[in-house]
């Protein structure tokens, strides 16, 4: 392995950790309800750093607010275009009609500060700012390659993964204009699995990992798992929307899952295929006497993942197994692909 392929490898490894890092990040971001801690985007609240206290936000006497920042007053976001010292209700008064001073904020009507949500969602806009660079530096190294090798694939899997990032860049500023309109927010996992994808490929093609033999029938197995599996996570989006919905609309947490649409339902029973498949992927390995980590790894998630989705059904959606369920099941995702691309079928 060359220098070239060995800076290629580290920087698909990073971008791989960084991936996962972002997924834990946005669940608890979606968890905690933080997901419009920051009311505007790239910035938040106008800031470069976010804001630490209500008043850098809320109007107080005697404070001073500084042009493009956003304030929030009389349950409204405004936008500042002047800097200017606050002194009390007359000034209110006498300049909220001025659009010189400050004006509405034109793309939603959220207007609420907690520091604890602003801050999660700051963390999950910085982390996935720090995946963009090994992304980026990944693109450079396999256009390099692409021009002194002649080997496209490695660059066009890169190509796909900075089109993806892009994507949820443009994709996080259309939620946030939008207040997380839901089916906003179920693409970004669309975009999500197209990074890993991309990044797994790409780790695939430059790694020392050498291939390991299985039987038609095992690779049919595990491609049946990848593919459901995959139908699953989707799935899995669409009830965490209606979710979202319901505790939007006032719903207990206790009560969420009796009022949930019927494609909760098909998620859960689905699951029970996923484990099917699993245990005749197990009875594969077994029959060949097949070892290797990938196959325990898969098993080993799977079984927390069930037991999570168990804890989600029927004890009131704790907050901690949401994000829990979600980075499992994103796993069993990548597990499984990679076991697809490192194995190759036993010849007759």
């Not at 976010?50 to 936000?57: F, G, H, K, L, N």
């Not at 001073?101 to 996935?128: D, G, I, Q, S």
């Not at 990992?209 to 599996?229: G, Q």
């Amino acid at each position: 392995m060359n220098t070239l392929h060995k800076r290629i490898l580290l920087a698909a490894q990073v971008a791989f950790v960084c991936m996962f890092l972002i997924i834990i990040a946005g669940a608890v971001v979606r968890t905690t309800g933080s997901g419009m801690g920051c009311p505007d985007w790239p910035k938040c609240f106008g800031y470069f750093i976010p804001p630490t206290s209500p008043e850098q936000v809320y109007l107080i006497d005697g404070n001073s607010y500084q042009a493009n920042h956003l304030i929030i007053h009389n349950d409204t976001l405004w936008k500042v275009h002047q800097d200017f010292v606050y002194s009390g209700e007359n000034f209110w008064n006498q300049q909220h009609n001025n659009t010189a001073f400050f004006t509405k904020y034109p793309k939603h009507n959220y207007a609420e500060f907690t520091v604890t949500h602003t801050w999660v969602e700051y963390v999950n806009r910085l982390l996935t700012g720090i995946l963009g660079i090994p992304i980026i530096l990944l693109f450079v190294l396999t256009f390099i390659q692409f021009i002194k090798e002649r080997k496209p694939a490695n660059f066009l899997f890169a190509l796909i993964a900075i089109t993806m990032i892009l994507f949820e860049a443009w994709l996080g500023k259309l939620v946030v204009d939008e207040n997380l309109k839901t089916s906003s927010i179920s693409l970004h996992m669309v975009g999500t699995l197209g990074i890993i994808v991309s990044l797994l490929l790409i780790l695939h093609r430059n790694s020392t990992y050498s291939t390991f033999v299985v039987s038609k029938r095992s690779r049919n197995f595990v491609l049946a798992f990848f593919i459901l599996h995959m139908i699953q996570l989707l799935m899995g989006t669409q009830v965490r929307e209606q979710v979202d919905l319901l505790l939007g609309n006032g719903i207990h947490r206790d009560d969420v899952v009796s009022n949930v649409y019927w494609i909760f339902k098909v998620h859960r029973s689905f699951s029970i295929i996923i484990v099917l498949l699993a245990f005749g992927i197990y009875l594969e390995q077994r029959k060949r006497q097949l070892k290797n980590t990938l196959f325990t790894l898969l098993y080993f998630i799977l079984g927390i993942e069930a037991l999570a989705g168990i804890g989600l059904a029927y004890y009131g959606l704790p907050h901690f197994l949401q994000p829990t369920h979600l980075v499992l099941s994103t796993a069993l995702f990548a597990i499984s692909l990679a076991i697809l691309v490192r194995s190759k079928i036993q010849s007759a």
